[in-house]
Structures are given as C-alpha cells and as structure tokens.
C-alpha cells in the first residue's frame, strides 16, 4: 500500500461519472471539508491485515499531529503499478476506513471506481506532505511435483539442444543432508572425487546432474536447491543440437523435490547462475542464426509484458488493459506511464527484451484499439481491445 498525505487547508470533491464495472454503489458523490487530512491511497496486490494495521496507525498518528479536523481516505491509482483487484481494494479501503473511525475520528471515504475532480488548497508547514509505503513480509516456499517438474526439465533443455538420459549420478544421500556445496571435475567422461572429499555414487534415489560429454573440461557445483552453476572456459565449446555438447542425466524415483527461492527472484528459481546464463547463451546463438532479436520463453522473462503510455490518455484505461492481461495469465506485467518519448521507451524496454509490448496512445484511445509488439517474430499490429484476449492467449500457446 502506498499512501500520500496531505494537510489541506480546503478540500473538494465531486463525481463526474463511473469508471469501473466494479466500484462503490452508493457513493458520496459531493464532498468538501476544511482543515483535513487527505489520504490519497493506492492498495497494492498482496495488501493484508498487517498492511492495514499499519496504515491505521500512521494515518491516525499523522492526523494527530497536525491537528487535523477530519480525515479523507482518497483511491488514487496512480502511485503505484502494482494494483490490487478492484473488489479487494474496496474491502481494504473499507476496513481501513473503519479502524480509523473506531479510534474516534472523523472520516470520509471518496468513491473507489469512479471519476472525479477535486480541488486542493495545502498547508506548507513541514508536516503538510507525508508519503508512506507499507507491505507484508513475504517468504516463499515452492514444492514441486516430480511430474510437472520432469516435463518443464525436459521440455525446455530440448528446445536449446541439450538431450536428457535416463541414469545418473548422485553425490550423497540422503538430500536432506545436502546443506553445502559439492563440486567435482568432469575430464574425458570420468568423474572424479569431488572437492570436499566426498565421492560420487551411483543411486536410486531421484537425481538431477549434469555431465559433461568427451571433449569438454568443467566445474560443477550442487546444492540442495537443484542448484547448478557451470563455470565454462569458452562458450565456443557448446555445440549445436545433435552434436556432442553438453547432456543432462535424470532419474526416476521421487515424488517431489523442495525448492527453496527468494519472492523478488524474478529469473525461473531452479535455473539459478550460470546454469541461466548457460542456456540464455545458447537462446541467443540460436536466435542469431536466424537474424531474430534474441528473447526469453515467457517463463524465464523478468518482464513478461509492459503497456507504454504515448501522449495525453486515460490511464484507468491503461490499468484495465494491465487487469485483463493477469487475469489472462500474465504475472509480471508493467506499466511505462512516463512522458518519455516513444523511441526512447521502446529502447528502454528493448533492453529488457520484454516478449510482448503493447502501446496505447491518444489514436488507439480514439478507436478503441492498442498497439501489440512481438519481440521473437519482430512484428508490430493493431488490434481492437475486444480482440486483446483472444490475441495473447493464442501467443501464449506458442511458448
């Protein structure tokens, strides 16, 4: 939740007309107060009990401290890209609302979906502006299946040429104790012991390791976390598909492995290190062969997709294009609400090599319609909003 406070001598508001299929029904439509703290609120995507006892507290202790009259809690959209869902926004701001009329003060709630104009004549004491961001701590915990996890490993070492067996090799059992990390040099398809002084076994219990086929010297090492990192001498000993290059060896006896990760990870968590690099390196040669712009599977992009603002538009329209694009699956989509111009976005956003890019603009607002730009095929089109869904579900089947 982002939050900026203002300590306004006057403030007004009034509606205009709806702007959300889901907003407040029985509004305040006309409001004006003097003396008042205003508390123009964006609620962020994961905003919880924590986040609103929080926001009580600053919100009253402010108030208190600038002897304010009253307090109004205003849905303001643009602090922030990272919206909840409009029904659970309301709820917060509805709770937060209540908590801070049970602490005895005055408040009033602007209408959540609606547009309005307002007007503001500030303070200039010291205290008068005040911005507060408050979130959750959030610790994440992935478990996953043997199944789901056999087809993502297969699938993908495939498409960048690397071929999957059947047997392998394990460091040490049990995987509980695998609390360190091992390594072990691989020279003319013989292992060796590894650093540490542990040897390698041959095992039944369900493994993920990487060998290194003849002709190729290199380190590995290994964790707990299917954590492998590859150091290579030159990236010119990988080798095309069906060529003698690098070969991943699996096993088949286990029900499911914990993988443990960081939530602001945005990279694909068991792919971590130079195992990543390794086969983004390989991604990009095989996209150079073909004159592409090299890309990221969806899966493994930081940046999934990201709506640039051109001109003078309504961004709520913006933010129901974003809603509509995570409903459809998309997790990590932004928004460039910035007036660069729209060269100097598209470079910015070309570096990121961001799968898809939309642009909305004062044109695509007048017809209804957005602009839609593929990074792996290097086209550009116009599509009605109407035709959006549809356009990026069957882009999605392709990945």
């Not at 939050?3 to 001598?9: D, E, G, N, T």
């Not at 012991?193 to 090492?221: C, Q, Y």
């Not at 997709?305 to 694009?325: A, C, D, W």
């Not at 007036?339 to 799968?355: A, D, F, H, T």
């Amino acid at each position: 939740m982002r939050i900026l406070q203002i300590h306004a001598k006057k403030f007004s508001f009034r509606t205009v007309s709806e702007a959300l299929q889901k907003k407040d029904e029985t509004p305040i439509h006309e409001l004006s107060k003097e003396n008042v703290l205003v508390a123009f609120i964006s609620v962020e995507r994961g905003d919880d009990e924590k986040v609103i006892e929080n926001a009580t507290e600053s919100i009253a202790e402010h108030a208190k401290k600038v002897n304010a009259n009253s307090i109004i809690i205003y849905p303001y959209a643009h602090l922030s890209s990272n919206l909840e869902k409009p029904d659970q926004s309301i709820k917060i701001l509805d709770e937060l609302s209540e908590r801070l009329k049970d602490k005895k003060l005055e408040v009033a709630r602007a209408p959540f979906g609606w547009y309005k104009e307002f007007e503001l004549s500030s303070f200039g004491h010291p205290l008068a502006e005040l911005s507060r961001e408050f979130s959750s701590a959030v610790s994440l915990q992935i478990k996953l299946s043997k199944n789901s996890y056999d087809k993502l490993v297969n699938d993908y070492l495939k498409r960048f040429g690397f071929e999957v067996y059947s047997n392998g090799f394990n460091i040490k059992e049990p995987w509980d104790s695998l609390v360190k990390e091992f390594c072990m040099l691989k020279a003319e398809n013989e292992f060796y012991e590894t650093l540490n002084g542990v040897t390698l076994k041959e095992g039944s219990r369900s493994f993920f390791k990487a060998k290194i086929l003849p002709g190729n010297n290199e380190i590995f090492d290994c964790t707990m976390d299917i954590d492998f990192s590859i150091i290579r001498n030159n990236i010119k000993n990988l080798k095309l598909e069906n060529e003698e290059g690098i070969a991943f060896y699996r096993s088949e006896n286990v029900d499911s492995i914990p993988v443990a990760t960081i939530i602001n990870n945005r990279y694909f968590p068991f792919f971590n290190g130079s195992l990543f690099s390794l086969i983004l390196d390989r991604l990009i040669e095989l996209e150079e062969k073909k004159a592409l712009s090299p890309y990221l599977p969806m899966l493994f992009s930081p940046y999934q997709s990201v709506i640039l603002k051109v001109g003078n538009v309504n961004e709520e329209k913006i933010i129901e294009v974003k809603r509509l694009l995570e409903s459809i699956g998309l997790k990590r989509v932004y928004l460039d609400l910035s007036n660069e111009k729209i060269g100097s976005k598209l470079r910015k956003w070309g570096m990121k090599w961001v799968p898809l890019v939309f642009i909305y603009g004062e044109r695509e607002e007048e017809t209804n319609t957005i602009i839609l730009r593929e990074r792996k095929t290097n086209v550009q089109y116009t599509i009605s909003l109407s035709e959006l869904e549809g356009a990026v579900k069957k882009f999605l089947e392709t990945q």
